[in-house]
T-cell receptor
Framework: AQSVTQLGSHVSVSEGALVLLRCNYSSSVPPYLFWYVQYPNQGLQLLLK??????LVKGINGFEAEFKKSETSFHLTKPSAHMSDAAEYFCAVSDRRSQGNLIFGKGTKLSVKP | EADIYQTPRYLVIGTGKKITLECSQTMGHDKMYWYQQDPGMELHLIHYSYGVNSTEKGDLSSESTVSRIRTEHFPLTLESARPSHTSQYLC????????????FGSGTQLSVL
């Protein structure tokens, strides 16, 4: 069965610092991978997705993620954190065996210090 | 951007009451979902639907039921609420397919006393 593991339930960075949120997946067939963001009191929004095209995926708000099959990873990065990036980030996986239904990780809460 | 609405936003109710959580979308999406979210835990899929008159159980067993009589409407019902049902319930919709973007509502925070 598919699964995702997000390392670190809480990450804190200073404004302007690199953001790195880790996600490792498990899937026996080629996966589709997603990052969603949830701002306080809002629903989740899609940041970016990997669908077996380019391994480096660029998303909204300056975020990007790289699919590394050898490491079964799909880490999310942003070169320079902004205060508005403070939110909870969820990694998710789907594949044809799950009928396209997303399997989510536990989420990582990002705090940005001034 | 999201045109998917959930009501109520917060609900506090006593044990044994019947409740219905409403979810509506105006995007004409065929596929709709209900996820359960607890702090520090994964979002768990509890129900989904491919379209009108289609309902399927998700990965997490739930005592709730759903119906899909209209494309835009996907309500979730608990016949007899219990404290173990206390959670955040998120509704979402998408186009059909394996890589389609999910649009989420803002959620309903349910507390059962």
């Amino acid at each position: 069965a598919q699964s995702v593991t997000q390392l670190g339930s809480h990450v804190s960075v200073s404004e302007g610092a690199l953001v790195l949120l880790r996600c490792n997946y498990s899937s026996s067939v080629p996966p589709y991978l997603f990052w969603y963001v949830q701002y306080p009191n809002q629903g989740l929004q899609l940041l970016l997705k990997y669908t077996s095209a380019a391994t480096l995926v660029k998303g909204i708000n300056g975020f990007e993620a790289e699919f590394k099959k050898s490491e079964t990873s799909f880490h999310l990065t942003k070169p320079s954190a902004h205060m508005s990036d403070a939110a909870e980030y969820f990694c998710a996986v789907s594949d044809r065996r799950s009928q396209g239904n997303l399997i989510f990780g536990k989420g990582t809460k990002l705090s940005v210090k001034p | 951007e999201a045109d998917i609405y959930q009501t109520p936003r917060y609900l506090v109710i006593g044990t044994g009451k019947k409740i219905t959580l409403e979810c509506s979308q105006t995007m004409g999406h065929d596929k709709m979902y209900w996820y359960q979210q607890d702090p520090g835990m994964e979002l768990h899929l509890i129900h989904y639907s491919y379209g009108v008159n289609s309902t399927e159980k998700g990965d997490l067993s739930s005592e709730s039921t759903v119906s899909r009589i209209r494309t835009e409407h996907f309500p979730l019902t608990l016949e007899s609420a219990r404290p173990s049902h206390t959670s955040q319930y998120l509704c979402a919709s998408s186009e059909q397919g394996f890589t389609e973007k999910l649009f989420f509502g803002s959620g309903t925070q349910l507390s059962v006393l």
